[in-house]
């Protein structure tokens, strides 16, 4: 079953903007911690961003400073917003959560986004 889809992928030129967005059909979500991911083709998967259940956030070095993680809790989602973005954040991006002690292996489909002039 689909526990996490993603959407609002798609191209955008270099220095701007994008929002993602990943709904997650899980009970007790606001228990969940919540990440984005990013797979660039032929590069490993690699985490970016990650909000914890209390609201803490960390942030990858390479996108320190031009993303922003969030949740709405009500709504069953968080967001990556995508600023001053540059043609290396080219991948397709994945939501995970984590309740407990467990990361979840099921992943979505993911979204794909393309920076390109």
């Known amino acids: 079953q689909v526990q996490v889809e993603e959407s609002g992928g798609g191209f955008v030129q270099p220095g701007g903007s994008l929002r993602l967005s990943c709904v997650a059909s899980?009970?007790?979500?606001?228990?969940?911690?919540m990440a984005w991911y990013r797979q660039a083709p032929g590069q490993q998967r690699e985490m970016v961003a990650v909000?914890?259940?209390?609201?803490?956030?960390v942030y990858s070095d390479s996108v320190k400073g031009r993303f922003n993680i969030s949740r709405d809790n009500a709504k069953k989602t968080v967001y990556l917003q995508m600023n001053n973005v540059k043609p290396e954040d080219t991948a397709v991006y994945y939501c995970r959560r984590k309740y407990g002690i467990a990361w979840s292996e099921n992943w979505g489909q993911g979204t794909q986004v393309t920076v390109s002039s």
């Open positions: 909000v914890d259940s209390v609201g803490k956030i």
């Open positions: 899980v009970l007790h979500f606001s228990l969940h911690t």
